[in-house]
């Protein structure tokens, strides 16, 4: 008898009707997210534009230039010194940023790890700063920053110290790291000491190295915060020795008056650099601010 092939026909698939259903919220979402995010990035482009424009379009209100103006940069990187002033920048930030994960890195481990009396207290009043605005302490400051010109051997006023020295920790810093130092377990500590390791060999060799995500996200705020500082270099210099280029945007104002497209010019440049680094520091970036805070 000879065989007769079977044919056997999987059922059809059917989809169920959630799967097909349209999901309005994240819809919704994503809505709110680009029109967050073209709200964010069309000034930046419009500043662009206007940059790379002649000075009839730029006053003119026309949208993009009937050919790109690309001198405007080296006119404007010129017309302000914006050598002198981005170097200068350069210097600051690097110092900042550097005695912020010093200072703030070893204050926030021992509000983290360490046991010593009024911890709570102290603390809490250390936290309790983050609710003054920052004018309120440049009084204080420049106080201080002319009484130590005065009695020590180094200079202070209108040199690098005065523009330094007085932002080298920060409250937010120290309560970012503690956060993030309170989430490190235990036992490394444990086995840190079993290998004769004291604190600071912890510190440098465990903690840091762990902690990698929120020394990046300290080191990205501080830099902004010294790149875009105005105020308070205006009131300790007297000279453009240190002032960084925050200030030569703005004697570039003053200088350039009606010259729009060179005044954009100047703060493309100014912004660029911050640009670059958040670039490069995205991925920490985004991890430390998601992962701090979780406990503690």
């Known amino acids: 008898m000879a065989n007769i092939p079977v044919t056997t026909h999987a059922p059809e698939t059917q989809l169920h009707p959630k799967s097909r259903r349209v999901d309005i919220g994240r ?65 600051l930030a690097l110092i900042t940023v550097s005695g912020q994960v010093i200072f703030s890195t070893a204050a926030a481990y021992a509000f983290a790890r360490i046991e010593f009396p009024g911890k709570n207290f102290l603390f809490a009043l250390l936290l309790s700063t983050l609710i003054l605005p920052e004018a309120v302490t440049w009084v204080p400051n420049f106080i201080t920053v002319i009484w130590l010109d005065r009695i020590t ?44 390791a004291g604190h600071l060999r912890y510190l440098i060799r465990v903690v840091m190295p762990l902690s990698r995500a929120a020394l990046v996200t300290i080191v990205l705020f501080n830099f902004i915060g010294s790149w875009n500082a105005l105020a308070w270099p205006i009131l300790v210099t007297q000279t453009p020795d240190w002032r960084p280029i925050s200030y030569g945007l703005l004697s570039f104002l003053d200088e350039a008056g009606s010259l729009a497209h060179l005044r954009m010019a100047g703060a493309v440049i100014t912004i660029l650099p911050l640009i670059l680094v958040y670039f490069f520091t995205q991925k920490e970036f985004t991890e430390g601010i998601a992962t701090t805070g979780l406990k503690g």
């Open 153 to 196: 051997p180094f200079k202070w006023f209108n040199n690098w110290p005065a523009l330094t020295i007085p932002f080298m920790s920060s409250a937010f810093s120290i309560l970012l790291l503690r956060q993030f130092f309170q989430q490190i377990p235990e036992e490394l500590w444990d086995s840190a000491q079993i290998d004769g």
């Open 27 to 91: 819809i919704v979402i994503y809505i709110v997210l680009v029109f967050g995010g073209l709200l964010a990035i069309i000034p930046f482009l419009f500043s662009i534009s206007v940059s790379l424009m002649n000075l009839t379009e730029a006053t003119g209100g026309a949208l993009l230039p009937s050919t790109p103006q690309w001198s405007n940069y080296i006119d404007a990187w010129n017309e302000a010194s914006f050598g002198l002033y981005f170097w200068n920048s350069i210097k």
